[in-house]
């Protein structure tokens, strides 16, 4: 059987993350299989594939492991424990101290079938563990049981870093997304840009109408602000009437004009909600990577929020750019 690993399609998993109100499992029937045996790895590509699965089959630990590392990564694995290179066991543990990456929910297969190896191998950080020769139907149930907790999981993520009111990422989400397009800027040189935005008198709209209407509104702010962005923009409210957009791939240029879009997007047409009319404005700080003296997210966002005061103090409802950092410098 040919190694079925496919090549990286990091762009998927990066929009996957960044529509992230829907399941990551949810979209996944994605299982690897890591075992040096023929026969083993056909029983199991044929059963999985029979089920609907989509199934990777690595010959070894280190084709494992590397596909373990891909952005998109099954979410389930069955790992041998003997194979070359590296053991199942031993991805376990590597999988467990990788607290970054999505988690991975790793099935152990061996012949080995005393006790003290099933602790040695949940020890290590496998989430549950099959002999061989195994069941059918074993099989089945134990993966059904892998995917309840993976949704779960899932599940209990993206209420974590979700906001209630908008349904938007809330700061801890929308960061993440930033943190990780900060380095893969930083790895590929490609540009990216953020753009901070805050309603311009929010207090006022709260103090005048009350905090329904003004919850609303940032409603209404929050839909009009995505309808504006790409499918792989991010947007997030980073705090609250402050909102967070990561724009992969943009120059301050580029980034500018969303902004704008976004800005007239909010401003020129009256936010109607219980029978009133409210016109409702942002004030937009916008920063590329460019901008930041040290390419790192604080800095971006500070960048951004410099440019974003300067909004602010110059009148309101508009666009300000930072400048660019790098060429600041003497
Ligand atoms: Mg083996």
Redesign the pocket.
Known sequence: MEDQASGNSEQHFDQSQHLSSASLVQRQNRILIA???SV?CRKLHGLLTGQGYEVVVTRNGTDAWECLQRDDTPLLAIL????PSISGVDICRRLRASKARPYVYAIIL??KDERPDLIKAMEAGADDYLSKPFDADELRVRLAAGWRVLALQDELRTKALHDDLTGLLNRGGILDIARREVAKTVRLGAPMAVVLADVDHFKDVNDVHGHDIGDAVLNETAQRFSAQLRDYDALGRYGGEEFLAVLPGCDATTAARVAERMRAALSDTVVTTRGQNIRVSASFGVAAVASALEPGVAELIAAADKALYRGKSSGRNRVEVAADGTRAQP
Not at 80 to 83: G, I, L, N, V
């Open positions: 075992d040096d045996e083993t041998d424990w003997m194979m061996t012949a």
